[in-house]
């Protein structure tokens, strides 16, 4: 079996969990890190048996065959991305796929003249729970889709370490997951209008981002979705992740709890808290709980054997032209009519 060389590039809360993933998968001959902070690259390091680690990531490049990009602040994905592209190399970048359209169409278009694998980390397709919604609108199963509702809140401990590094408002970073959710759910459709209010109380003063945003898409296929995304959840919730989802067709309706209130762990120390609630997910022991894991492995293959990715850079841009349109409607109190896009651009 062939395997290839890697680098992860920020091997922080979520580079930290890709790394360990390619360490310990066939598909990976040697793993190289870059990490501007020298204690953490240092931990993961000796964690992965990295071959080598470095503080500049242009060091990896002469010795991988692709690279994961999980660095922050976000606007360093569009220069690292770029970079990694032209050196030939495969890449898997979390979201965002960059700040603007202009740089999304400079990566994608980079990547399609080199022929190279392009993938943005959405790892929530990677969630069971979601997959079955995809499949059972594939099968059948709902009918026509009418309607989608997500609800998804995270912590304010959360909300702050994202609000505090990037102005970027809870559109494009946390209700982008399920913007592409729907977005592949319903696809063959394509939104068509986008409208969206957020709330300023708790993180305006601190960071002027808003505490939540709901988003309504309507498609042109005539079915809504409503999306709502929040950061400010109380502190007594580590890490925790909660969402609701619910997607009605005309023959059946499906209804996830994806709460993570399935496990409760009461301490005399420190009250109740919620394992296992995170979005990416964590190592439990001999299995990993969550989706990161599953998408890592997912591009180590597509890359390995040749194989199209789940998510495609162009269907990610796709996403960022409605979370953009959603926040230019919150700012302006109006509906935001969006451009049919060509079918091979969208690239559905």
Known sequence: MRSIDVGVIGVGWCGGIRAEVCARSPYVDRLHLAEIRSDRLAEVAALTGAATATADYH??????DAV??????????????????????HVLLEKPLGLTLDEADDLIGLADRLGLTFAVGYSQRFNPKQ??????LADGTLGAPVSAMVSRHITRNLGRRIGGRIRLSPAAMEATHDIDFVMWCLAP???????AQSVHK??????DVADCTWITITFDSGAVAVIGAGWILPPGYPNFSTTTIEFVGTDAAVLIDDSHRDIVLNRMDGGVVFPLS?????????????PMAAETIHFLESV?????????????????RVYLAADESAVSGRPVALAPVPRHRAGC
């Open 202 to 207: 708790v993180m305006k003063d601190a960071y």
């Open 278 to 290: 995170t979005m990416p997910g964590e190592q439990v022991g001999h299995v990993y709980a969550g």
């Open 189 to 195: 459709a394509r939104p068509a209008s986008v409208y």
């Open 304 to 320: 390995v054997f040749g194989r199209p990715v789940l998510v495609p850079a162009t269907e990610a841009r796709e996403v960022m």
């Open 59 to 64: 060091e990896l490049l002469d010795h991988v």
């Open 68 to 89: 994961l990009i999980s660095a922050t602040p976000e606007t360093t994905h569009y220069p690292m991305a770029r970079d990694c592209l032209a050196a030939g190399r």
């Open 131 to 136: 997959a079955y919604v995809k499949q059972c």
